[in-house]
């Protein structure tokens, strides 16, 4: 059975830089799309950013666009979040994911598994 396990996340100052990793085991992800969602309390869950299986085409959201990073590492079955310059307003749970969405890659349904989410608060 696929599991996928965030880490890094945690307490920063606006400002400050978090990076969150995501372990996929159980199955081989390398021919997988990867993707981070968030969801913030009272909101729904929304998409941030997706890599390609092959690591050489990324996408993002608007308003993380030149402040977040999306990368992988096949060979270790990981996708990283690197997320700088951070805003009270990215406090949420960053939930990784993996699937073959295509096209629709900010929509959560195309998404096969899930991770259990990692808590990310920026104070302001």
């Known amino acids: 059975q696929a599991q996928l396990a965030e880490s890094g996340g945690g307490l920063v100052q606006a400002g400050g830089s978090l990076r969150l990793s995501c372990a996929a085991s159980?199955?081989?992800?390398?021919?997988?799309?990867m993707g981070w969602f968030r969801q913030a309390p009272g909101k729904e869950r929304e998409f941030v950013a997706h890599?390609?299986?092959?690591?050489?085409?990324?996408h993002y959201v608007d308003y993380v666009k030149g402040r977040f990073t999306i990368s992988r590492d096949n060979a270790k079955n990981t996708v990283y979040l690197q997320m700088n310059s951070l805003k009270p307003e990215d406090t949420a749970v960053y939930y990784c994911?993996?699937?073959?969405?295509?096209?629709?890659?900010?929509?959560?349904?195309?998404?096969?598994?899930w991770g259990q989410g990692t808590q990310v608060t920026v104070s302001s």
């Open positions: 159980g199955r081989a992800f390398s021919r997988y799309d």
């Open positions: 994911a993996v699937g073959l969405p295509e096209i629709l890659y900010r929509d959560p349904r195309k998404y096969s598994y």
């Open positions: 890599i390609r299986w092959s690591g050489g085409v990324t």
